[in-house]
C-alpha cells in the first residue's frame, strides 16, 4: 500500500477508536462532556441512526444536515482515491461553505431552543472538577 492510503487507514482507526470510547463511556459529543457545551454536530449520530431504520422524519429532526454528512462520506473517498477530480480550490470553498453553513445550522437551533443543543454548564466535567477541593 502506498503512504497515503497507509495514513488515511491510521486516521480514521484513530477516530473510530475515539468514537467508540466515546459512545461506551455513554458520551456522544467531546465538548458537551468537556464543557456542557453541545457541538455543531450534536445529534448526527442518533440522526444516522434513524436514517439506518428508515425514520427519514425523525433524522431531520436529531439533525437536519445529516445528508450533507453522507455525502461527503461519499464524496471524500472517491476525490481521496483520485476516482473523483476534483480541484483544491474547490474542496477549499466546498469546506468553507459547509463549515459556515453548521455553524448557522447551530445557531438556529440554539436559537429556537431546540432540545437537542441545550447549553449546559453543569453537565460538563469541568463543571464537576470545580467544585472539588484539590
Known amino acids: 500500500m502506498n503512504k497515503n492510503i497507509k495514513q488515511t487507514i491510521f486516521l480514521i482507526s484513530i477516530i473510530a477508536l475515539l468514537l467508540l470510547f466515546l459512545w461506551f463511556s455513554g458520551y456522544q459529543c ?6 456542557g457545551i453541545p457541538c455543531p454536530f450534536c445529534g448526527m449520530t442518533r440522526a444516522f441512526l434513524c436514517l439506518l431504520s428508515g425514520d427519514l422524519t425523525t433524522a431531520f429532526y436529531y439533525h437536519p444536515l445529516w445528508p450533507v454528512v453522507l455525502g461527503i462520506f461519499i464524496i ?7 476516482l473523483l477530480h476534483l480541484s483544491d480550490k474547490w474542496i477549499d470553498h466546498g469546506a468553507f461553505a459547509i463549515g459556515i453553513l453548521f455553524l448557522l445550522c447551530f445557531i438556529i437551533r440554539h436559537v429556537t431552543h431546540s432540545p437537542i443543543v441545550q447549553i449546559d454548564f453543569t453537565k460538563g ?3 464537576f472538577f470545580s467544585y ?3
Not at 471524500?76 to 483520485?82: C, E, H, I
Open 76 to 82: 471524500f473517498p472517491l476525490w481521496k482515491f483520485r
Open 125 to 127: 466535567i469541568f463543571h
Open 30 to 35: 467531546p465538548l458537551l462532556f468537556f464543557f
Open 132 to 134: 472539588m477541593n484539590i
